[in-house]
């Protein structure tokens, strides 16, 4: 009986980590299909990935709306760059911190409360310190009614429980000048 009960909880932790791993793709890794460019930031696909660099501010939306669901996805930033993950955002025109729910990715942010895994506004400084420049990280968040959890590799990073619940597009930023990737953008719903 041990082997057998060893036997199922190894199907499903694999069943569980399949679910995770197969959300539906919000990116197609080869066009900007379902994905709509707000403001001046240069974004393309290369190599599989979504990229913006150089000079210029703005955002990667997506066309679709979401409301209770998990999101996962993986960036890659240089040191310059101020970069975030926006949720439930509402109004296409004004996607701002105030508006929606801002996932930080900045390390080298100078009020290092709102540094990479915080909420910004709301949830700052974030729980645990993660530090993300030059590598690929990840972004795991749920939300779920009110409540928000955010995990940047693996660890907490913030935790809301009174989150408006209202649902929304997803937004990626990039602003100011250098470079950031996305890959891998999955969801599932909750």
Same mark, same amino acid.
């Given at each position: ?18 679910? @995770? ?19 001046? !930031? &240069?974004?393309?696909? =290369?190599?599989?990935?979504? #990229? !913006? ?12 709306? $979401?409301? +209770? ?5 993986? $960036? ?12 439930? @955002? ?7 911190? &105030?508006? @929606? $729910?801002?996932?930080?990715?900045? +390390?080298?942010?100078? =009020? ?15 729980? !645990? =310190? #993660? ?8 972004? &795991? ?38 470079? #950031? ?6 969801? !599932?719903?909750?």
């Amino acid at each position: 009986m041990g082997k057998i009960h060893r036997r199922g909880a190894v199907l499903m932790l694999v069943l569980v980590l399949t679910a @995770c791993a197969t959300g539906t793709p919000l990116f197609n890794g080869d066009d900007l299909s379902g994905w709509e460019v707000i403001g001046e !930031a &240069d974004w393309q696909v =290369q190599g599989g990935e979504l #990229v !913006a660099s150089g000079a210029g501010d703005g955002f990667l939306a997506s066309v679709e709306e $979401f409301q +209770d669901f998990r999101l996962s996805l993986e $960036f890659w930033v240089d040191a310059t760059t101020n970069s975030g993950l926006f949720i439930r @955002c509402q109004d296409r025109g004004n996607i701002h911190p &105030d508006t @929606c $729910f801002e996932l930080n990715i900045w +390390d080298q942010h100078p =009020q290092q409360q709102a540094r990479t895994g915080a909420i910004v506004f709301k949830v700052m400084p974030p729980l !645990a =310190q #993660v530090n993300t420049v030059g590598r690929w990280n990840t972004y &795991d968040v749920t939300a779920r009614g009110s409540k928000l959890v955010v995990k940047v590799n693996g660890h907490i990073t913030a935790i809301m429980v009174r989150a408006d619940p209202a649902g929304g597009f997803i937004a990626l930023q990039h602003w100011q000048k250098g470079t #950031v990737r996305f890959r891998n953008i999955r969801l !599932a719903a909750e």
